[in-house]
């Protein structure tokens, strides 16, 4: 027998404000015609002043508790995957952990860019197997648009706001196609610190600062390492690229998306994309883009799912899941 976090429930959240790209165009030098062939991108959503990361990772927590069947508070691990905190501290997962009641466990934040919800799948997983928690909500939430520079046309387009939880419970498995997270690699490569940053920060600039980004680079980085990683889970796991059920990546681009698609062998039809509707949500996308799955009834129980991500730093991972 072999100790297994198995996913129970998900769950996402929006903002209100849907921003279209002919509004967008409104306010920025660009046009729908531009973003849609550069990024795939139609729409994506926009917190008001009222909504921050916590309430959204809230919303979403809520929801995926309740697709779970579990009580809030039999919870005790809550990771946060996040670039745009609350505040500088005390972690935003404190202020989910304070509204659903279920103080007292162990709650923390996770900076990974982009990659922040794989990682936190991954120190989830670590802690439910070695006995440290029981049942786990990660969470990947952001309000990107707080910090994006709405003169920067190549970037403001790309990103949305958004959130999406998952309830991890540990459960003993004694067989190979049993349920659960099956194998997960991660990676980070400093070097390339500037292809894709915040200009700010507490010890720099005492500013919170704007996104910078160099995207051709970013691009060809993102297919190769994405590439790369994915063999590895699969390698892992002892599985093959034809036994995926669903490639669930992040939501950057959707040439990307299709960049790594093709490199994994994997038709389109088999690749959940959400990029179109939410653009890029950064630490959410990627659970966002599986509560979608699961709820439009695409990705089913006992379903193989391969999740995915590349962020700035660089960092980048894979999980793969048996639903």
Partial sequence: MTRRSVLLGTGSALPRRAVSNAELSERV???????VERTGIHNRYIADADETTSTLA???SRKAILTAG???????LIILATATPDQTFPATATLVQDAL???GGIAFDVAAVCSGFLYAVGVADSML???????????????FSRI???EDRATCVLFGDGAGA?????????????????ASRLHADGAHNQLLYVDGGPSTTGSVGKLRMKGREVFRHAVTNLAEVLGEVLAEA???SEDIDWLVPHQANARILDATARKLGLPVEKVIMTVGDHANTSAASVPLALDVGIRDGRIKSGDLVMLEAMGGGFTWGASLVRI
């Fill in 29 to 35: 030098d660009t046009s729908d015609e531009w973003i």
């Fill in 238 to 240: 002892g599985y093959s």
């Fill in 70 to 76: 579990v009580e809030a508070s039999s919870i005790d």
């Fill in 101 to 103: 009641g279920c103080n």
């Fill in 148 to 150: 994006l520079d709405w």
């Fill in 129 to 143: 197997r070695s006995g440290m928690a029981s049942r786990a909500l990660v969470i990947g939430a952001e309000t």
């Fill in 58 to 60: 809230i919303e979403a």
């Fill in 166 to 182: 998952v309830v991890l419970d540990a459960q003993q498995a004694d067989v190979a196609g049993s349920r659960g997270i099956l």
